[in-house]
């Protein structure tokens, strides 16, 4: 009896951490497959750009669009692989039909923010987006400068009068973009599942390990010398 409550005890804790750990397997192969479809999406041949566009149902849908860049635009501060801190640059964009839509330009350097901002007639490919990217410490967006520090297509749309319609650019029909164009991916994706699994397996070992020390200590302390 003096051995059973300490066994049980290691024994169940044991079990739970296992459980923990083959949970986040599970997720790690549902997550993968996740991946796997917003990738197929992404590089998927490209339709027109839908009437009404739905965040949750055309999210990373890949479009094609005519018309012509506009003069209006925004900068917002991120940073690049490679580059280091660099500006987003969203521009608004009037399609053939009329529409006004938010386009991602991609990054310019922040030295080169004060290049020659290139507008006029263009055919984009790219991807549907609607990022998620202010949290409680994003600052306030500083209209006067036309700088920004998160893509909230709302915010953006009513600032350029657009649409609430983000189109991250992937290629371009201009012949020297200024900006250099980062495509929708799924690097900024987190998939972390293995190492939670990898934490969760190796605490069970360590509670199982320190669950037979103890009962191993506790038996040789009732062996006689």
């Known amino acids: 009896?003096?051995?059973?409550?300490p066994l049980a005890f290691g024994v169940s804790g044991t079990l739970i951490l296992l459980a923990l750990g083959n949970w986040q397997v599970n997720r790690l192969a549902e997550k993968e497959a996740y991946l796997a479809a917003i990738d197929t999406r992404i590089t998927q041949a490209p339709v027109a750009l839908p009437a009404e566009p739905n965040p949750e149902r055309d999210r990373f849908l890949s479009v094609t669009t005519t018309g012509a860049f506009t003069d209006d635009h925004i900068d917002v501060l991120a940073s690049a692989k490679g580059v280091g801190a660099a500006y987003r640059v969203i521009t608004a964009f009037k399609t053939e039909d009329g529409r006004r839509i938010?386009?991602?330009?991609?990054?310019?350097?922040v030295a080169e923010r004060g290049v020659l901002r290139t507008s006029g007639p263009a055919t984009l490919t790219g991807n549907l987006h609607w990022p998620e990217e202010v949290d409680s410490f994003t600052p306030d967006p500083d209209p006067s400068d036309k700088l920004w520090f998160a893509r909230e297509v709302p915010e953006l749309a009513a600032e350029l009068g657009t649409e609430q319609v983000l189109l991250v650019l992937r290629?371009?029909?201009?012949?020297?973009?200024?900006?250099?164009?980062?495509p929708v991916d799924t690097s900024g994706i987190p998939n972390d599942h293995l190492e939670y699994a990898v934490t969760w397996f190796s605490l069970a070992a360590v509670w199982f390990g320190?669950?037979?020390?103890?009962?191993?200590?506790?038996?040789?302390?009732?062996?006689?010398d």
């Open 1 to 5: 009896m003096r051995l059973a409550i």
């Open 102 to 109: 938010l386009v991602d330009r991609g990054f310019l350097p």
């Open 210 to 224: 320190m669950t037979l020390y103890f009962v191993w200590r506790m038996r040789r302390s009732k062996t006689p």
């Open 171 to 182: 290629e371009t029909s201009e012949s020297s973009p200024f900006a250099r164009p980062f």
